[in-house]
């Protein structure tokens, strides 16, 4: 069964430094998201990706964070700056064209120090 | 705004009892649904979802929803919960588009404890 993956699993980083979270969609998805969840806390919707643009994003994405699609089969996040309160899961997740059911992937755990 | 409520934190019930984990939602359209189970230190696999038709739903691991309109509910139910159930429920509503790219709104999670 094709699923979502994610690498790293985990990501240890310095305040202030840049990071990039990489997702491997499902291939025939043409829908993108991406999801924090602080821990102990609820599922936070960041960003959702289509036709190489951002269709909708939350409050949390501000300038500090970017998405892009480099090729046919990555879809990335980057945060520019990390602060001490983006230590978070990091959940990619995709949906293909006639179905609202999104497939997610195991998560980055990242920790900033 | 859209918004999920699951008022159980911490549900603890004994193996092979049955089970019942509550959603309210709030949302200004027809709602899509979704329960996903989260295991400590994985990813979230979705359990089942409600999109129309039947308001009682099927999903993997023996695990049924319904939805109830008149109470803005979709509250998860197992007749019989093993040890392996043991993990944290997350219960969400999106947007029915027929396809699109809109994020889905998460409640806070319940988290449940099984007793041998």
């Known amino acids: 069964e094709p699923e979502v993956t994610q690498t790293p699993s985990h990501q240890v980083t310095q305040m202030g430094q840049e990071v990039i979270l990489r997702c491997v969609p499902i291939?025939?998805?043409?829908?993108f998201y991406w999801y924090r969840q602080i821990l102990g806390q609820k599922v936070e919707f960041l960003v959702s990706f289509y036709n190489n643009e951002i269709s909708e994003k939350s409050e949390i994405f501000d300038d500090q964070f970017s998405v892009e699609r480099p090729d046919g089969s990555n879809f990335t996040l980057k945060i520019r700056s990390t602060k001490l309160e983006d230590s978070a899961m990091y959940f990619c997740?995709?949906?293909?064209?006639?179905?609202?059911?999104?497939?997610f992937g195991p998560g980055t755990r990242l920790t900033v120090l | 705004a859209q918004s999920v409520t699951q008022p159980d934190i911490h549900i603890t019930v004994s193996e092979g009892a049955s089970l019942e984990l509550r959603c309210n939602y709030s949302?200004?359209?027809?709602?899509?649904l979704f329960w996903y189970v989260q295991s400590p230190g994985q990813g979230l696999q979705l359990l089942l979802k409600?999109?129309?038709?039947?308001?009682l739903v099927q999903g993997i691991k023996g695990f049924e929803a319904e939805f109830k309109r008149s109470q803005s509910s979709f509250n998860l139910r197992k007749p019989s919960v093993h040890w392996s159930d043991a993990a944290e429920y997350f219960c969400?509503?999106?947007?029915?588009?027929?396809?699109?790219?809109?994020?889905?709104?998460f409640g806070k999670g319940t988290h449940l404890i099984i007793q041998p």
């Open positions: 291939s025939n998805h043409l829908y």
């Open positions: 409600y999109f129309s038709g039947d308001t």
């Open positions: 969400a509503v999106g947007a029915v588009t027929g396809g699109g790219a809109d994020g889905l709104t």
């Open positions: 949302y200004g359209a027809t709602p899509y």
């Open positions: 997740a995709s949906n293909g064209q006639y179905t609202d059911t999104q497939y």
